[in-house]
């Protein structure tokens, strides 16, 4: 049986071990997290007291992580991955970070033995848990080819997108910055259908039927008209820390980015006062401005 692992099992990590132990895979996996850790056990995962444990059991092991210092040392730490694979075994980094510090990973691995892709994912907490994830790979022709059964078994489409390590990152960068856009201006349609009275489901309607209609308008005008706004698997931190990246990455290219720098500016104020809401909470910032509510049967005064 071919081996894989998850380091991170999270909202992301448990979906990706999921399917991996779905597919045939055996799975190793570790996580701080004493409850994620009991949920993968359940799933039939080994848990696993270390990051190099999961290392010296698996062929391939994602790395859904939340930054990049945290990526870092798990795959470069003493008891990293690095240190603890077998050669010719693949680091698979599918969590978001900066381009340059997935470039800066990539060269202190080489001449490891251990391979690196490169692949950040798009899709969420439902791409993740149902295995319909898209990667952004970035990796050499012949590792991408090696891993791609593992890949395939968490992902629904993969996009070779460079050779190089950093490449994914940034095609992941382009990606988020549009993502938060299309949210930003959903959050702020809704907040003005609320004031107009136009209920939420004449509204859906129209969107999803219409030319701007698409899965992230559609998922957040749902939440927002349901009134979901926690737990729903979009934690507001991660396209805060996204967006971030992205307006990083534009500030060092010289490329500017009026549209998400005001999405950005959206996701500050949600994130300043609802910490631990999702995306979508950004709208209840603006509605609580105008002094109405988006609801499914009808507008809130």
Known sequence: MKTAGV????????????NLIMNGFETSGFDLSDTRMKAFSDLGGLAMGDVGQVGRHAAS??????????ARNVILGNDGL???MDKGGTVILSATITPAEARAIGQDMQGSGINLIDTPVSGGFPGAQNGTLTMMAAGASEVLDQNADVMQAVSGTIHRVGSNAGDG???????????G??????FEAAALAAKAGVSG???LDVFASSSAGC?????ALENIIDRKFVATGSHIATMHKDLTISL??????????????????VFHAGKTKYPDGDNWICTRVIEEIVGAELHRQGALK
């Open 82 to 84: 690095v240190a603890n």
């Open 248 to 265: 990083a990455l534009a500030g060092e290219l010289g490329v500017p980015m009026q549209t998400a720098s005001s999405a950005m500016q």
């Open 7 to 18: 380091i991170g099992l999270g909202d992301m990590g448990s979906g990706l071990a999921k």
């Open 181 to 186: 856009s299309i949210f930003s201006a959903t």
């Open 61 to 70: 092991v994602f790395v859904m992580v939340m930054n990049g210092d945290q």
């Open 201 to 203: 489901q004449a509204l």
């Open 169 to 179: 990152q940034t095609v992941k960068a382009c990606l988020q910055s549009l993502i």
């Open 215 to 219: 899965g992230v308008v559609n998922t």
